[in-house]
């Protein structure tokens, strides 16, 4: 059934049935457009545009205890405001350089520096294994009692004075472009 005539003033103008075929036609180039922009737009949000994470800049700096180099530290940058924490090992001349979430600087921002020591647990000759859950030697262990490696580390006293460490008041406002921070501790 035609909504109009052919020949008269409304010519040109589709049946019903036309109408409907037309709108669902539409309807469905314009979901596909939505999927395709929802598609697009999900996968630029998981991968990630260009560079991201916080601006970044180059801190270095050299370690010493009493003017001696220091070779077991571990430096960290914390800062102020939150955000990704820097941290480095100083090499055998006591120097250090900063690295943020896999990248070398820290963030520009005030951060709190800490210095702690690299404590080496001291070798222990490994039991071993029980071959039953039955032997009271697989016991003792799955109840953590062979943990005597893990209080000979803790037991070793940190060598840096707490100010540095755990209580540090060491800060540094990091700025765009390179950074030196040497740090001595006495």
């Not at 035609?2 to 010519?11: C, E, H, I, S, V």
């Not at 669902?24 to 996968?43: S, Y």
């Not at 180059?58 to 530290?73: F, N, R």
Request: aromatic fraction near 6%; hydrophobic fraction near 35%.
């Amino acid at each position: 059934m035609k909504t109009r005539d052919n020949d008269g003033p409304g010519a040109g103008i589709a049946t019903r049935s036309q109408a409907c075929i037309i709108f669902e036609r539409t309807k469905e180039r314009t979901m596909r457009f939505v999927i395709l922009g929802l598609w697009i737009g999900v996968t630029l949000a998981i991968s990630g545009c260009g560079d991201s994470g916080p601006a970044l800049a180059p801190v270095k700096g050299k370690v010493t205890l009493y003017g001696k180099p220091y070779t077991k530290g571990l430096v960290t940058f914390e800062p102020q405001g939150g955000g990704p924490v820097g941290s480095s090992q100083t090499d055998a001349d006591g120097n250090y350089e900063i690295w943020t979430a896999g990248k070398k600087g820290a963030m520009i921002a005030n951060h709190k520096i800490i210095v702690t020591t690299i404590m080496e647990a001291p070798a222990v000759e490994t039991p071993a294994a029980p071959t039953s859950s039955d032997d009271p030697a697989y016991m003792a262990q799955s109840a953590g009692m062979n943990m005597s490696a893990y209080k000979e580390a803790k037991a070793q006293k940190e060598p840096i004075p707490a100010k540095y460490n755990k209580s540090s008041e060491l800060t540094l406002d990091v700025k765009s472009g390179t950074n030196e921070f040497n740090i001595d501790m006495r």
